[in-house]
C-alpha cells in the first residue's frame, strides 16, 4: 500500500538490532523513535545494562537524549539473550563490527559469521534479515544461503543489505534524515517490506535506492573510498602548496567553487582516521585482490599511503619549529579523538603525531574534551591534562590536531602568556591564523605558506 505521493503507509515492526556498538546503539534508538518495538542484543553484558540505562559507552552528541526518549516510550529494550532476540522480531538488522584483520589489510567477518550462524538456527518462522555492517562487496549472496540452509523457517527467511553512512558527530541526525536510503534485495517485495518500515524517513524526502544485493554493498565501500580519495588529493595538493609557498585554503576554495568538484571534504590537514574509512580503504583493496581485480583499486594505496604521510609531515614541521631537536622539549597537543565532537580515538591521526613525538624524546601533554579517558587507555605513556590552557603551559611549541570549537575560541594572546615560546603547528586549518601571528606567534599550518610572528 502507498501513499499519494508514494511514500508506503508506515508499517511498525518487531525488530532485532544485533550489535550495540556505534552502528546499532544509534539505529535501535532511532527505530524505536520511528514507532517500532525493538530489541536491541549484544553480547557485552555491560554494554547492555549501560544502554538500558539511556546511557551509552561513547560519546555522540544527542544519542543519550534520543535513547532515554526511546526507552520512555516503552518500544526500546536491551538484552544478551539470542534466544529472547530471535523469538521478539520479524525483522533482524546485522550491525556488528568488522574490523581489519591483524595480519592483513581484509575485514574481519567473523561477527558477521557468528551473527548468522547463531541467529539461522532460532529462525523458526518468516523473517527479513538487513545487513548494515560494511562487509566486503559480493558477501551477502554466500551469507544468504547460509541463512537459508540453517534456519528452521528456509527459504521463508530472506536476507537483503541497506548500507549505513552516518558520521560520528552527526550520527543522530544521519540516521533519522539520512542522503539517501540504499536497499539491496534478492525480491522487491523485501524492498517495499524495508520502504514500509522507513517510512518516516522517506517521508522527509530522502531518496530511496534499490538495488541489487552486491551493489548495495559495494555502494558503501565506493562511497567510503571516494571519501578519502577526496582527502587525500586535497591532501597531495597540500604537498605541492608546502613545496611551492601556495595556500591549500585558498586553493580548495577556489576549485571547489566548480560545482563538479565542490568544497566539502576538501579539507587539508592531518588526514583521515577513526573506524571506517582508514580500514574500509584496506578492506576493500583486499576484496578487490580476492576478485582479482586488484589494478582497479591500486591508486587507492596511493590514497592510503598520502593519508599517512601527513602525520610524518606534522612531526617534521614541529622538529623544524623545535629547531631541529624534539628531544627533551615540552609539546602541547590540543586534540586526541580523531575528529571533533566524538571520543573515537581508533586510528587518530592526532594520537599517532603524540606518540610519534613521545617516541622522539619530547614531554608530550595532551588535552581533548572528550576523548582523553579512551587515549590514556591506549596511550598511557603520555600526560594528559584537564584543561587546554593548562596543557599549554611551558610549552615550547603547541600542535593543534583536533579541530574541537573550544580549541578555536582559544585566546592568542593569553595563550601565548603561558607557553614558553610562541609557536604553532596547526594541523587541521580551522584557526584564525592572523590573530595568532597578530599576536607574536611562529604559525605554521599544513599545506600554507610559513608565517613567522
Ligand atoms: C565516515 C563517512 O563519512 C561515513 O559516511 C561512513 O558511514 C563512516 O565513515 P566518520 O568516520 O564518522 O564517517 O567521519 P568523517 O566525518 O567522514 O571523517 C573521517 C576523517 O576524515 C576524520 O578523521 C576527519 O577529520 C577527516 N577529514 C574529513 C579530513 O581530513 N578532511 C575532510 O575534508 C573531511
Redesign the pocket.
Known amino acids: 500500500m502507498t501513499k499519494a505521493n508514494d511514500v508506503p503507509v508506515f508499517t511498525p515492526r518487531r525488530m532485532t538490532v544485533i550489535g550495540c556498538g556505534y552502528l546499532g546503539a544509534v539505529h535501535a534508538a532511532a527505530m524505536a523513535t520511528l514507532g517500532h518495538d525493538v530489541v536491541g542484543f549484544d553480547l557485552d553484558a555491560s554494554k547492555v545494562e549501560l544502554l538500558s540505562t539511556g546511557r551509552t559507552p561513547f560519546y555522540e552528541p544527542g544519542l543519550d537524549d534520543l535513547l532515554s526518549e526511546a526507552l520512555a516510550t516503552g518500544r526500546l529494550r536491551f538484552t544478551t539473550s539470542y534466544a529472547e532476540a530471535a523469538e521478539f522480531a520479524d525483522v533482524f538488522f546485522l550491525c556488528v563490527g568488522t574490523p581489519q584483520k591483524k595480519d592483513s589489510n581484509a575485514a574481519d567477518m567473523t561477527y558477521v559469521n557468528g551473527a548468522i550462524d547463531t541467529l539461522a538456527p532460532l529462525l523458526t518462522r518468516p523473517a527479513l534479515v538487513v545487513g548494515k555492517s560494511?562487509v566486503p562487496v559480493g558477501t551477502a549472496e554466500a551469507l544468504r544461503d547460509r541463512l537459508v540452509a540453517l534456519s528452521p523457517a528456509g527459504v521463508d527467511v530472506r536476507l537483503a543489505w541497506n548500507p549505513?553512512?552516518?558520521?560520528?558527530?552527526f550520527a543522530v541526525k544521519?540516521t533519522l534524515s539520512p542522503d539517501r536510503v540504499v536497499v539491496g534485495v534478492d525480491d522487491p517485495a523485501d524492498a517495499d517490506e524495508l520502504a514500509a518500515l522507513y517510512a518516516p524517513v522517506l517521508e522527509l524526502g530522502m531518496p530511496w535506492v534499490v538495488v541489487d544485493l552486491a551493489t548495495a554493498q559495494l555502494v558503501?565501500n565506493a562511497?567510503?573510498a571516494f571519501?578519502a580519495t577526496?582527502?587525500s588529493f586535497?591532501?597531495a595538493m597540500a604537498e605541492l602548496c608546502e613545496a611551492t609557498g601556495a595556500d591549500v585554503v585558498a586553493l580548495a576554495d577556489a576549485i571547489g567553487h566548480d560545482a563538479r568538484i565542490g568544497r566539502?571534504?576538501?579539507?587539508?590537514?592531518?588526514?583521515?582516521?577513526?573506524?571506517?574509512?582508514p580500514k574500509?580503504l584496506r578492506g576493500f583493496m583486499a576484496r578487490a585482490e580476492e576478485l582479482g581485480v586488484d589494478q582497479a583499486l591500486a591508486f587507492l594505496s596511493e590514497v592510503d599511503d598520502i593519508n599517512k604521510r601527513r602525520r610524518l609531515r606534522a612531526v617534521e614541521v614541529t622538529t623544524d619549529l623545535l629547531d631541529g631537536d624534539v628531544s627533551g622539549k615540552r609539546v602541547a597537543v590540543l586534540g586526541a579523538a580523531?575528529?571533533p565532537d566524538?571520543d573515537d580515538i581508533r586510528d587518530s591521526?592526532a594520537l599517532d603525531v603524540a606518540t610519534l613525538l613521545h617516541d622522539l624524546g619530547a614531554e608530550v601533554r595532551v588535552h581533548d574534551p572528550k576523548a582523553m579517558d579512551k587515549a590514556r587507555e591506549t596511550r598511557p605513556e603520555l600526560t594528559y591534562i584537564d584543561d587546554p590552557v593548562e596543557a599549554c603551559r611551558d610549552a615550547d611549541v603547541v600542535l593543534h590536531l583536533?579541530?574541537w570549537a573550544v580549541f578555536r575560541e582559544l585566546d592568542p594572546v593569553k595563550l601565548g602568556e603561558v607557553v614558553k615560546h610562541k609557536r604553532i603547528l596547526e594541523g587541521?586549518n580551522t584557526l584564525d591564523s592572523g590573530a595568532y601571528v597578530r599576536a607574536g606567534w611562529d604559525f605554521r599550518a599544513l599545506g600554507r605558506p610559513i608565517i613567522k610572528g
Open positions: 560494511t549505513e553512512f552516518l558520521r560520528e558527530g544521519d558503501k562511497a567510503n571519501l577526496k582527502i586535497i591532501n566539502r571534504f576538501l579539507h587539508a590537514g592531518l588526514g583521515f582516521g577513526g573506524g571506517c574509512l574500509d580523531f575528529k566524538s591521526p583536533t579541530e587541521r
